[in-house]
């Protein structure tokens, strides 16, 4: 489950998933310092670790944000590896996006040999 991190602090590693373009940096950059990115580079993978108080304990959280785009499916086994839980991102704008969504958990759940994994459907730009 969780591991140890600075200060013995658990850490949980979650995942964001999904097909580029739809908003997996931007809610991530958002929980993270509470601010809302207009532009950023197409991302390949950036980490970022928060403080947070779970079920009234204090741990750490690592968000791994990967990218979406196709060429960049090769290294997902990598990061899936890692994660004990998965955030799965499609644009509510983009049916396609959508559809992906079956193949990001059908490869998760193939690489960790485990359909149990907490995998977290979120529907993005509602505001578009």
Known sequence: MA?????DLPLHKVIMVGSGGVGKSALTLQYMYGDFVEEYDPTKADSYRKKVTLDGQECQI?????AGQEEYAAIRDNYYRSGEG???VFSICEYESFVHTQDFRDQISRVLDDDSIPFILVGNKADL
């Open 62 to 66: 690592d968000i791994l944000d990967t």
């Open 3 to 7: 591991k140890k991190g600075k200060q």
């Open 86 to 88: 998965f955030l799965c």
